[in-house]
């Protein structure tokens, strides 16, 4: 199982460019979320989707959008990119509500920086 | 959401046993307490997880206090390869599953 995948792995964009970070699971997993991690931070969560058709917001939404296609895949748009956003985004995925005992399963990350 | 309280970093000897505590005294009756680490330039894994007894895994065990208020993950014996940021989260069972990061123990491993 290839579990979660995101593409692309890297990317260098243009301050004011726009992109959208992929990211799909093959686990039927109800929920999907987005994170960012800085530099010898932690993990801060962006948008979450808690089923297919819903998505909610996180610790630091602003600046970004996102889009729960299908089951499948959960993206994240940078609608117009800021040097802030330079990051390690990390997709996640989960069984979702009541699922309390089952663990997140991660993706290996896009490494994103804005020039 | 509950929060959880880490040590910022910690050291330990190659091949000794290494206790990792976390704080969460807010946690509610229906949390999970779950561990996660991150190994250097890759995204956070899962570890081990509880409720309320004791568990143990291929990968490490886990202690939780009688009144659930604190637990500790235990690694048996430490190898550098162990070397990781463990982040110790509590995972509710019937609400929303938002779970928010701390930031986690940075796990340093002496040769």
């Known amino acids: 199982n290839a579990g979660v995948t995101q593409t692309p792995k890297f990317q260098v964009l243009k301050t004011g460019q726009s992109m959208t970070l992929q990211c799909a699971q093959d686990?039927?997993?109800?929920?999907m979320y987005w994170y960012r991690q800085d530099p010898g931070m932690g993990l801060r969560l962006i948008y979450y989707?808690?089923?297919?058709?819903?998505?909610d917001k996180g610790e630091v939404p602003n600046g970004y959008n996102v889009s729960r296609l299908n089951k499948r895949e959960f993206s994240l748009r940078l609608e117009s990119a800021a040097p802030s956003q330079t990051s390690v985004y990390f997709c996640?995925?989960?069984?979702?509500?009541?699922?309390?005992?089952?663990?997140?399963?991660f993706g290996s990350g896009t490494r994103l920086t804005v020039v | 959401d509950a929060k959880t309280t880490q040590p910022n970093s910690m050291e330990s000897n190659e091949e000794e046993p290494v206790h990792l505590p976390c704080n969460h005294s807010t946690i509610s009756g229906t949390d999970y307490i779950h561990w996660y680490r991150q190994l250097p330039s890759q995204g956070p894994e899962y570890v081990i997880h509880g409720l309320t007894s004791n568990v143990n895994n291929r990968m490490a065990s886990l202690a939780i206090a009688e009144d659930r208020k604190s637990s500790t993950l235990i690694l048996h014996r430490a190898t550098l390869r162990d070397a990781a940021v463990y982040y110790c989260i509590l995972r509710p069972m019937n609400r929303d599953d938002k779970i928010i990061f701390g930031k986690g123990t940075r796990l340093h491993i002496l040769p």
């Open positions: 686990m039927n997993h109800n929920s």
């Open positions: 989707s808690a089923s297919e058709g819903t998505t």
């Open positions: 996640a995925s989960s069984g979702g509500r009541g699922q309390g005992a089952k663990g997140y399963t």
